[in-house]
Each structure stands twice: as structure tokens, then as C-alpha cells.
């Protein structure tokens, strides 16, 4: 995951210390331990208190105002990478909506504390720190689940098949039955495939054939492996079947895929048509 701590820090604020407007450049949580604020990031102003918290986004202009008469205090853990993004949306944070509350008051001061711990000099103290960073946005977004801070259009039945798609996508190379998807996401096996035809237009087991049929297909044209070698790897143990299903996928068996992937790349060609 290509998420990378920057650094960490506390700030008890004068009344009326601002920030801003202005950009940074990593990407940050905040949590407000006391007083209030005002926080202004895409058009949009905030106005928060003890036990709410909010994102600072990377190159995106923001500014910040503690409260005249009641300052806040607020802290912070900053971080980079390609991977905050996804994690976001994980949580359902966005511009639009960067704001969350979190409970208990002193949650993140644990983590404060393991930051400042980690001796500076010693050979492992990035390592250390990458470790904290991980636990902490795990218990965050865990945090945000369990204290119901989802936002309102995301529905129910939209988070059964994230979770199923999700398990899916992690096994698709092991024996997986639709039984056991619903059981790890928690519903009937029937109201499952009711769902994913509602809502991705497929069953379940075609979902799953073609994500292993399209793995295959990446690794017929970008590996050296054999049809079994490659059977195996996304989830048949019966090359017989998987060369069956592939055809009936693809239209063309396996050898004859790799081939044709060969003549057109030969030619010049991008795409397989």
C-alpha cells in the first residue's frame, strides 16, 4: 500500500490563529481534543468542535480559524502516497465531505505518543513509524464504520456487494463458492444473486468467471506459463475445465488466445478485436 507517514504534531491555538488560505502538501487528519473552529476547503466551511475531526487534502486550498473566544486544540498526523485515495473513499471521506466525528476523546493521543516514542536515530525508526500510521487509519476507519458515520446514500445492499466483490477479488484463485461469499458478507445465498444481477448486472458465478478468465487472459499474454501453470493460478485444478470455460468466455481456447495475442502484437496492433 503506497502510503508514507511525514510527520505528526499538536498545536494548543491563540484566539483567532489561522492558517491560510493555502495548500499543503500532504495529505493530513485532523482531531480537535478541545474548543472550536473553522475549517474552509472547496467552497465549502465547517464549523467544528471537540470530538470532530477533518481531512487536509494534498494541493487542494484550505484554511483553517480557531474560535475568538474558545480556541481549539487540535492534532495531526500527516502522510503521502497513491494509496490515500482509495483509503478515503474506504472510510467515505471526499472534499465534499471531509468531516467525521470519533469517540473516545482521547483515541488519537495513544497514538500520539507511540509517534513521539520512536527514537529518530535508531535504525528502525521509519519502519516503527510506517507500522503506527497502518494501525491507526485501520482503527479510523474501523472507528467510522462502527460509530455509523457512513454517509446516507450508501445503502445497505451497496455494501453487501462491496464486501462480496471485495472477497471475491482476494480469492478468486482459491476454491470459492457463492455459498461461502455469502456467508462472509452475511446474507442468503439467494438474496446475494438477487443483488449482484440488480446491481452489476451479473451472477455472482459469471462475476467470478470472468474475473478469473480476464486474470488469465493478463497472464497468457504478459507470462511465460503454461495453460496448466496458469489454470492453476486463477483458481482451476482441472485445466480441461478451465480451457472449457475460457472458450466459452473468449471464444477462443487458451493456446489459441496466447497466439493470436502474439500475431497481433507482432503486427502492431493494441488490442485484441
Not at 110 to 120: G, I, M, Q, R
Request: net charge neutral; aromatic share 14%; with cysteine.
Amino acid at each position: 500500500m503506497d502510503i508514507c507517514y511525514c510527520y505528526h504534531g499538536k498545536q494548543v491555538c491563540e484566539p483567532s490563529y489561522s492558517w491560510g488560505p493555502g495548500i499543503k502538501g500532504q495529505y493530513k487528519i485532523m482531531f480537535i481534543h478541545a474548543g472550536r473552529g473553522v475549517y474552509q476547503i472547496d467552497g465549502k466551511t465547517f464549523h467544528l468542535q471537540q470530538g470532530e475531526g477533518f481531512i487536509v487534502y494534498d494541493n487542494i486550498l484550505c484554511y483553517m480559524e480557531a474560535d475568538p473566544t474558545d480556541p481549539w486544540i487540535y492534532s495531526w498526523i500527516a502522510f503521502s502516497g497513491n494509496g490515500v485515495i482509495p483509503l478515503f473513499e474506504q472510510a467515505h471521506i471526499s472534499p465534499l465531505h471531509p468531516v467525521f466525528r470519533y469517540s473516545p476523546l482521547f483515541w488519537f493521543d495513544f497514538y500520539l505518543d507511540e509517534f513521539s516514542a520512536c527514537d529518530v536515530n535508531h535504525s528502525t525508526s521509519e519502519l516503527r513509524r510506517q507500522s503506527i500510521l497502518f494501525r491507526l487509519l485501520a482503527d479510523w476507519i474501523e472507528m467510522l464504520v462502527a460509530t455509523s458515520q457512513l454517509l446516507p446514500e450508501v445503502r445497505p445492499k451497496d455494501t453487501y456487494i462491496r464486501k462480496a466483490v471485495e472477497f471475491i477479488r482476494m480469492n478468486y484463485n482459491q476454491r470459492v463458492t457463492i455459498s461461502e461469499v455469502a456467508h462472509i458478507v452475511g446474507i442468503d445465498r439467494v438474496y446475494l444473486s438477487v443483488l449482484f444481477k440488480e446491481i452489476l448486472n451479473v451472477s455472482p458465478q459469471q462475476y467470478l468467471l470472468n474475473l478469473r478468465i480476464d486474470k488469465a487472459g493478463d497472464l497468457l499474454d504478459n507470462s511465460q506459463l503454461s495453460i496448466t501453470e496458469v489454470s492453476y493460478s486463477v483458481g482451476y485444478s482441472d485445466p480441461l475445465l478451465f480451457s472449457k470455460m475460457f472458450k466459452k468466455v473468449k471464444g477462443l481456447s487458451p493456446s489459441h488466445f496466447r497466439a493470436r495475442l502474439k500475431r497481433d502484437s507482432s503486427m502492431g496492433l493494441s488490442s485484441l478485436d
